[in-house]
């Protein structure tokens, strides 16, 4: 099985400063795909970024954007400028595509953002 | 309209008693899957999907059945609920192929207790 290790239950960051959260993987997968998803309150599932491994770009979707070193099986998020709506859970996941888009996903960050 | 929905969205029920999860999706997606969330362990597979005709276990499937009833219907069972089954449940779909991005969309989850 995949195991995704998300090493940081809880964090904080102050308002407009940036953070980011650490995930690591482990596979000896050659090609698949990563993720992040967003859990807000609410607790609706969002997805915020997304990485496949065969690109050595990594992805950006507007403050967020990821460091993926596929050597060190690495995948952190970065969040510059934080917002208070970015308050949520954060879950990094890990889906190869022989698994049937099976997702393995880590325990979760909660992040907090401070006004 | 949301794309994956989930019935009911909050449940509580006691114990030994039988509770059906229903989920819907209007993406068309063949993929369907369900997901228990439980706070420090992130999302684990119960089950999921590839057709209707092809159904699999994931990794915590016992206690659990589903049933699916045609590409967009997935329901899951609980056939006599006991307390640690109390959990968020969440289903989603896929797509795969080439040329897309393999991502899961999630329901809104349903909030289980069982007393």
């Known amino acids: 099985a995949q195991t995704v290790t998300q090493s940081q239950p809880e964090m904080s960051v102050q308002e407009a400063e940036t953070v980011t959260l650490s995930c690591t993987y482990d596979?000896?997968?050659?090609?698949?795909?990563l993720f992040w998803y967003k859990q807000p309150p609410s607790r609706q599932m969002i997805l915020v970024i997304r990485?496949?491994?065969?690109?050595?770009q990594n992805a950006t979707e507007n403050r967020f954007s990821v460091n993926f070193q596929k050597a060190a099986k690495s995948f952190s998020l970065k969040i510059s400028d934080s917002q208070l709506g970015d308050t949520a859970m954060y879950f990094c996941?890990?889906?190869?595509?022989?698994?049937?888009?099976?997702?393995?996903f880590g325990t979760g960050t909660s992040l907090t953002v401070i006004p | 309209d949301a794309d994956v929905t989930q019935t009911p969205r909050n449940r509580i029920t006691k114990t030994g008693k039988r509770i059906m999860l229903e989920c819907s999706q209007t993406?068309?997606?063949?993929?369907m899957y369900w997901y228990r969330q439980d706070p420090g362990l992130g999302l684990r597979l119960i089950y999921y999907s590839f057709d209707v005709k092809d159904i699999n276990k994931g990794e915590i499937s016992d206690g659990y059945s589903v049933s699916r009833q045609a590409q967009a219907k997935f329901s899951l069972s609980l056939e006599s609920a006991i307390p640690n089954q109390t959990a968020l449940y969440f289903c989603a779909t896929s797509d795969f192929g080439p040329g897309n991005y393999n991502e899961q969309f999630f329901g809104p989850g349903t909030r289980l207790t069982v007393l």
């Open positions: 993406k068309g997606h063949d993929r």
């Open positions: 996941a890990f889906m190869k595509p022989r698994t049937g888009n099976q997702f393995y």
């Open positions: 990485q496949e491994a065969y690109k050595q």
């Open positions: 596979t000896s997968e050659s090609n698949y795909y």
